[in-house]
């Protein structure tokens, strides 16, 4: 065949599968409005996917509240209404408890834990399968460190006893049994409503996110105290629902270069949220009174979420599953991890009895 033949019978090909290369468009909203700092890592996931699948995909992206409430989002998604939707897992519990796990642990997980735990050690496929029961694929691609803990209005937390009585937004479901076991009580509300909460003593405290994203909120206008660690969500982890069938239209080299976008977000988000959250910590130490739990209180809070971490694991097979296999991370990470102390990746908590979650599941 010469070389003028070749390049007809090339050109005829491409031109018969035009069709199937049409180029996919999905439309794709989040649970975060533009006020709240955390949309900046989904608009990176979006903005990677569409140089990566040029001529393949392209996403449009709207911020949070603008084609639906976020607490709708999950099921524009599912019903196929928009093909993607950015999220926190958690706001899910009420579905399923094992989405609490999958958002965020009390006193177990650190971001490092979760990227090692989702890209080597299963925790992916434990995503999918959660979210694969309502019909949609799911990309992590956000982490968090550690949370910045309670921002109250009138009253400083400086012990656990502090925590009587006080009605403080907390978001999570294991973490809202963890304060009442600690004398508090847990308000529920949306990011966007925090402010104007404390704001006119709705509520007396609330935590949200890192100190970055809480100085954007305007926090630190309506607040006059600080009790760090964040123990109720160690580490945060942020993704992407697909709905299936948009998935599925998809060609395995367009879906790689999606999972390559997230795999990169992921790493980037770490990188990114940190160098933020330290700027603006030195912020915060000019505008409030900053208050530190000392390490025989965080044993008590760690103590304490362990129970709660077993009694809503065997409520529920879902959770169980998940939390069994964070605990399997851990204890296998835990070897290497606690050899090369103190150059190593974060902590190994002393976290729940895992045998006792295995019982139950």
């Not at 050109?11 to 199937?20: E, I, R, S, T, W």
């Not at 656990?160 to 479901?173: A, T, Y």
């Not at 996110?209 to 309506?222: C, E, L, M, R, Y």
Request: with cysteine; hydrophobic share 40%.
């Amino acid at each position: 065949m010469t070389l003028r033949s070749t390049i007809m019978a090339a050109a005829a090909a491409a031109a018969l599968a035009g069709p199937a290369l049409a180029q996919e468009s999905w439309t794709m909203t989040t649970t975060w409005p533009s006020s709240l700092e955390l949309i900046e890592t989904d608009k990176h996931f979006v903005d990677l996917a569409n140089k990566l699948t040029k001529g393949e995909l392209t996403i449009e992206f709207f911020e949070g509240g603008s084609l639906v409430p976020a607490g709708e989002v999950f099921g524009a998604v599912e019903s196929g209404t928009i093909q993607a939707g950015a999220d926190w897992p958690g706001y899910w519990a009420g579905r399923d408890a094992a989405f609490s796990p999958l958002a965020t642990t009390a006193s177990l997980f650190n971001a490092i834990d979760y990227v090692n735990w989702i890209l080597e050690w299963g925790g992916a496929d434990l995503y999918n399968e959660i979210y694969g029961n309502y019909g949609m694929v799911y990309l992590p691609y956000g982490v968090t460190n550690n949370e910045s803990g309670f921002r109250t209005t009138d009253k400083a937390i400086r012990t656990l006893d502090d925590l009587q009585g006080m009605r403080l937004r907390l978001s999570g479901l294991e973490q809202g049994k963890l304060l009442e076991k600690l004398g508090g009580n847990q308000v529920s509300m949306a990011g966007g409503e925090i402010y104007q909460a404390l704001e006119r003593g709705v509520i007396d405290g609330a935590e949200f996110s890192t100190p970055n994203v809480d100085w954007k909120a305007g926090f630190q206008q309506v607040t006059s105290y600080w009790a760090t660690p964040g123990w109720h969500q160690s580490a945060s982890m942020f993704g992407v629902m697909i709905n299936k069938s948009a998935w599925d239209a998809l060609s395995p080299e367009t879906q790689e270069k999606l999972k390559i976008a997230a795999d990169a977000t992921l790493v980037w988000s770490l990188a990114y949220t940190e160098k933020r959250a330290t700027e603006d910590y030195a912020k915060w130490q000019e505008a409030v009174e900053v208050n530190r739990y000392d390490d025989e209180m965080l044993a008590k809070v760690q103590e304490m979420a362990n129970e709660v971490i077993v009694e809503t694991a065997c409520a529920n097979p879902n959770s169980a599953k998940v939390y069994a296999s964070m605990l399997d991370y851990i204890e296998d990470y835990a070897q290497w991890r606690d050899a090369s102390a103190p150059f190593n990746l974060g902590r190994t908590p002393e976290g729940p009895d895992a045998q006792a979650i295995k019982d139950c599941m």
